[in-house]
Nanobody
């Protein structure tokens, strides 16, 4: 199993980014891809999740309206579009895979390496 997250960078407040996570080798039953983020000194927090089969999406309340998760099954890739970036969005963003759309990171079986998003004010 391999999850590769990329697309992070340094962006000014109010800007946008699209993160990508390319997945390969996921076992049968891994129905959900999620995005998490972890800021320095803070716990890893749930951002969004999507079901591979139904495209149903789930979001943390703190990002609703600014973040959009989507997937391209043909490319085995999940995206996280982040708009109107704020300083508090600065974190390492991780993609992860699980059987269901959990918000608890401990229930995700596979993780990507993370991509840094830094928002300058």
């Amino acid at each position: 199993v391999q999850l590769q997250a990329f697309g992070g960078g340094l962006v000014q407040a109010g800007g946008s980014l699209r993160l990508s996570c390319a997945a390969s080798g996921l076992p049968f039953g891994t129905n959900t891809m999620g995005w998490f983020r972890q800021a320095p000194g803070k716990e890893r927090e749930f951002v969004a999740a999507i079901d591979w089969n139904t495209s149903r999406t789930y979001y943390a309340d703190s990002v609703k309206g600014r973040f959009t998760i989507s997937r391209d099954n043909a490319k085995s890739t999940v995206y996280l579009q982040i708009n109107d970036l704020k300083a508090e969005d600065t974190a390492v963003y991780y993609c992860a895979a699980a059987p269901a759309p959990y918000s608890d990171p401990r229930k995700y079986d596979y993780w990507g390496q993370g991509t840094q998003v830094t928002v300058s004010s």
